[in-house]
DNA sequence: CTGAAAGCGCTTACAG
DNA sequence: CTGAAAGCGCTTACAG
């Protein structure tokens, strides 16, 4: 037994175990260690193997990640930079893209940008120092990092919302266009009339895909949007509260209000109730992303099913092309999820 | 210029710039450019500062962290790990200490471990060989890796939930116990009787307590919980809806329940509505965490209010405590936070 | 099949 | 005030 080994019986908190000691203990060099750890067991005879195996079972040895970083300028790391944790429909896709992640021995790195293009900036920076091996962006924002990380080889993949225009890389999310305008089929199908709108922000490719898809089916469809029907909120829901609080404060009443997001419907909801306005009765809500929490908290909230649980497989399929470098440079390659039209007792 | 440098004009995509690539430019060593990098500035002349920071201004460039880490045996990442992402409470947690610590220039790797010991301990082992500087473990359950854990050097702190019997290490939370029994007085008060509890798994210290703190301050004011009025549940909607429809389906039914979490209590509520049962007229619900959501979606909860906001602080002091190695050893030292009783039209 | 050696991007005593 | 050199924990051509 070696010294190192030797005192790592005696002490109660022990010093990490290196590649060193293994090889030491084992009788070999580090080479063979490392090719045990590697898998390149063709080059190792049976009996060294074994051995090499049982030493490094015994002692507990874990490579550290960071060497092998180094030498392969390759870390396991992937960041996820995130809007907003506590909105529970993020947080779902964080959550399906750490769980595909981790099977690959990838690990994930969380920011939040809170919709901050500093913040989001701040992170980029970050993340290429820590020399992530990739990057999926969850609700990206225009920025002067995100075009500076565009001439650069750190994989991006955006998530839900497309890249700001002049940007390329891989996009994971729904046809929001399409969508937004299923809500108005359903408005005009209902009879419903006259039609509103609470959008998220028109910097977002998703808020504004949802919106125009619906302002334009519902013109097609013989509505005009009333522009003092039109409101711009925030994706949180003392946004949505505040917003329908404006629009139902004239006399004149819109019959239904299109979200940009569940978020902003459940403030819309919220002053519904205050004001004594039945839902779907004297005014229809329908919401955007079918939070998980929908079931259990909102279970009338009418909204589109977003399939946040397969983003993850999807986003980790497009790192894993951009890894091979198989994906083109300067398109946006679009991977459409389907979604579905979630009616409940809110339309 | 160099002919890195001069390359790196022409290509779309540039390889990264490194320490050596800003000493040539800035003609002086590496070591001149890592002093002014770190900022041991008073050993570099005012004149060689501005010079090697306008190049590494120019050439934009952010020192590799692996270098350094690999150097100084110490990495600027942190682990959370987390047993369900998809809870608002465990979220805003997540989001409390994410921004506490990237105010110190620490990244945090986070992980799911959906409440399970093999995930956790897969988990550990994944931080240890990433040279984690420290764990943030919320709710921790008990592993033979956590056992292990606690003979190395990683410093760990335990949020919301204290280590296992037998770990040491400090706690960030609050006093669950204590937080229990006001509830029980709460319905003591009300005069509610019979009581009835749906908790939660009683292997995490923060569900025992809270449990325990009620049910005793019940018993001691005269009413003793009813063996078939106490549930066990795990914390989430399903289990509390499953758990209250037990409980709500005998001829005898509770009068007010105490619930482990919100999530409880929200499936608790759904099964009332369910029923025709008026909460709080026919049964009261008392829930626990007081999920940022609540205010928007269950305003209606009576709970206790865990101030999940200032988690993040009180857990980076802690983590900075055992770097220092000012921690002492075997002790759960306990840093409680104040809790509120937040009481709504549930009760 | 195995090992000695170079090198990944940094920091930091040491010498000048 | 500055630089040459060693070394952090690994991997991988190269030589044997």
Known sequence: MSRRAASRTLLARTARVRIDDVAREAGVSISTVSRVVNGVANKVSEETLERVRAVIADMDYRPARIGRALRTAQTQLVALLIPDTTNTFYAAIANSIESSMSGTGHSMILCNTGEDPAKQDHYLDEMEAHMVRGIALLGAVDSPGLRKMARRNIPIVFVNRKPPP?????????????????????FLQRGFRPCAAIHGPLTSSASRERFEGYRDALAEGGQRLDPQFVRGAELNMQSGYDNAETLLAGRKK??????????????????????????????????????????????????????????????????????????????????????????????
Chains 1, 2 share one sequence.
């Open 166 to 186: 002049g940007i390329y890389g891989p996009f994971v999310g729904i046809d929001n266009r399409k969508a937004g305008s299923e809500v108005a089929l359903h």
């Open 254 to 347: 819109p019959r239904a209000i299109f979200c940009g997001n569940d978020l902003i419907a459940y403030g819309a909801f919220r002053r519904c109730r205050e004001l004594g306005l039945g839902v779907p009765e004297d005014v229809a809500l329908f919401g955007f992303d079918d939070n998980p929490l929908n079931e259990w908290i909102a279970p009338w909230l009418s909204t589109v099913h977003v399939p946040y649980d397969s983003f993850g497989s999807t986003v980790m399929t497009e790192l894993q092309r951009l890894w091979e470098g198989k994906a083109p440079a300067r398109r946006v390659e679009q991977r459409l999820l389907p979604y579905q039209i979630q009616l409940r007792s809110s339309t």
